[in-house]
């Protein structure tokens, strides 16, 4: 049973999240994402999952608000995420005291944390948050179809990517080939200490899926837990990478699926190949069958968003699902 952590001078106390709170995290979440909240699915895994901790704030015996710091780097850094405040509640500084609170208390129980890391996502060009530090913004192109619409989308980019006479910087050159990394290989280029400076990490990090990681030993357990498909230009010395997590039911629409796309590096003829090649692997492994939409998001660099957002194009069943939008990576000393 848990017990209450504090209270704040507003009158809202603290609490561990449990099981049993599903339900009215579940409440608080209505629409947040525009349907395509992770929680629902996240919610139970993140209760057993090692160095997180996710706070609950209540007003009486109503929920009000979430939030979640998971310890990585080592013990030197918490990404928070999940934060949410319940809409009636909104306005009234209540995301500032859960996340002071959530901060004091994670700093006495690991008073090992030097910097708090976040991503959010914005509209290009939209207000930064103003305590922290921007370390790198990567841009979202976000595609939505029915999930049977994809495999005739996935040829349709098959084709471009094989057309010799494809217009953009691939222009005329051959089709690249890109490969997947077992577990030891991947461990030899994650602990490359010139991977990030090769393959321009963000932030020297490995965003997966919204949640940076540096690539060090101590993380490489976490991204392991995450069962992501790698594929590469080098299996040694990649100065390219990109994963896809594996997809994952979300509200929209009364019940899709989310994939996420990461990619790392700038090369867009390479960024090109690995949609090709990661669409065709998750459309075999089945994982959409039985689904009605997909909604899928493809991290870039920038200066890729254009030529991709044109190579996604042309296809009468898989269209764009917003206008360009960003991820910002960002972080504070504590
Ligand atoms: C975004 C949201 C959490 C803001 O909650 P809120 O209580 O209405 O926010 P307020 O503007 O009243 O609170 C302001 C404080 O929260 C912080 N804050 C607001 N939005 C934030 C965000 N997206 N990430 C981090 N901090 C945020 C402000 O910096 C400010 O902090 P301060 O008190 O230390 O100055 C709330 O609108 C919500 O639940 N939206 C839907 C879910 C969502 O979009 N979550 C964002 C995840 S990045």
Request: glycine fraction near 10%.
């Amino acid at each position: 049973m848990a017990s209450c952590l504090g209270e704040s001078d507003g009158g809202l106390t603290f609490w561990l999240a449990e099981e049993k709170d599903y339900d009215d995290v579940m409440d608080i979440s209505d629409d947040i994402y525009g349907g395509n909240d992770y929680l629902p699915r996240r919610y139970h895994s993140w209760m057993t999952e090692p160095g997180r901790v996710v706070m609950l704030a209540r007003r009486g015996d109503k929920l009000v608000a979430l939030e979640s710091g998971l310890l990585v780097d080592d013990g030197c850094t918490v990404v928070v995420e999940g934060l949410r405040v319940c809409p009636s509640e909104r306005g009234r500084g209540v995301a500032g005291v859960i996340q002071r609170f959530l901060d004091d208390y994670l700093q006495k129980l690991h008073p090992s944390i030097r910097v708090k890391r976040l991503t959010r996502g914005v509209e290009p060009g939209a207000e930064r948050l103003a305590k922290f530090t921007l370390l790198a913004k990567r841009a979202v192109l976000s595609l939505v179809g029915e999930a049977v619409s994809f495999h005739t989308f996935s040829s349709h980019i098959r084709n471009k990517l094989h057309s010799s006479t494809g217009t953009g910087s691939d222009s005329g050159k051959s089709v690249p080939h890109l490969v997947p990394l077992d577990d030891k290989q991947l461990r030899k280029v994650l602990l490359d200490p010139d991977l990030p400076s090769r393959a321009q990490l963000p932030g020297g990090a490995i965003i997966q899926d919204w949640q940076p990681l540096q690539p060090i030993e101590a993380n490489l357990e976490i991204l392991g837990r995450r069962d992501l498909s790698w594929l590469v230009d080098d299996q040694e010395k990649p100065t390219f990478l990109s994963f896809y997590t594996p997809p994952y039911p979300i509200p929209y629409e009364g019940g899709s699926l989310r994939l996420n796309i990461d990619t790392f590096g700038m090369n867009a003829v390479f960024a090109r190949a690995a949609l090709v090649g990661h669409f065709e692997k998750v459309l075999a492994s089945g994982a959409f069958t039985g689904r009605s939409k997909v909604v899928a998001h493809v991290y870039v660099d920038p200066s890729m968003y254009e030529e991709l957002q044109g190579f996604c194009e042309g296809d009468a069943g898989v269209k764009k699902f917003r206008d360009r939008w960003d991820q910002e990576f960002m972080e504070r000393g504590v």
